[in-house]
């Protein structure tokens, strides 16, 4: 992991064994060029394990996901952290994505924001507005549609966090095709020319899944 990465460590982290998940794949994950955004441990299908990646530049193709699968696939198998068998799903974040480090919340400055903390806040635990001011303790949610006695704007710590992520806007996506223009021209004069061969699924902001 790169110095910077060090110093962007997630703040919204898991509990119970999704947590205990998390301390086994995140260092393989970034031993690889790659940053967990999230474990998560369902019923879906019987038993889901979802682990969200990307790279450090915030893409994700198919192929990186394939790839992850490989590499974690043996080390789950080594450190057995589920006692029943379960069904391994790697997933991009995707262009409505959970927001979990400081870094994602200041991108995200401008984007409209659902969040939920662990702790009240101004007298309630759920957010939806535009984040419009981030510092190194927290940040600043403008309510789109404030009810009667709320604040329009909350400063919300990050140490109260218990989840937030994008709401999908048609300026968000638009902003995300954008982003995926330029990398995919970028990655064609790399392949001098070649196409992509997984076509329109390896889109990097997408909700890419193996």
């Keep these: 992991m790169t110095e910077a990465g060090k110093g962007d ?3 919204v982290r898991e509990s119970g064994t999704d947590a205990r998940i998390a301390l086994i794949v995140e260092p393989v994950l970034a031993a690889d060029g790659y940053r967990l955004v999230r474990v998560r441990l369902s019923g879906q299908n019987g038993l889901t394990l979802q682990i969200m990646a990307e790279r ?25 952290p589920i006692d029943k068998a379960y069904h391994l799903e790697i997933s ?26 662990s702790i009240q ?38 140490e109260a966090i218990a989840e937030a992520r994008l709401v999908l806007t048609d300026d968000l996506i638009r902003d995300a095709l ?23 699924e390896a889109v990097p902001n997408g909700q890419d899944r193996i």
């Design 56 to 80: 450090e530049d915030g893409t994700m193709t198919v192929e990186d996901c394939e790839a992850v699968s490989r590499l974690l696939s043996p080390v789950l198998d080594v450190e057995d």
């Design 9 to 11: 460590d997630r703040i």
């Design 121 to 158: 806040v101004a007298g309630r635990k759920r957010f939806r507005g535009r984040i419009v001011a981030t510092d190194d303790a927290g940040f600043t949610v403008e309510t789109d549609k404030p009810a009667i006695g709320e604040d329009f704007r909350t400063t919300l710590p990050f």
């Design 178 to 200: 954008r982003k995926d223009k330029i990398l995919r021209e970028g990655r064609d004069e790399q392949d001098d020319g070649h196409d992509d061969p997984q076509g329109e």
């Design 92 to 117: 991009s974040p995707g262009i409505d994505r959970p927001l979990v480090r400081k870094s994602d919340f200041a991108d995200a400055v401008g984007r409209l924001v659902k969040v939920e903390t």
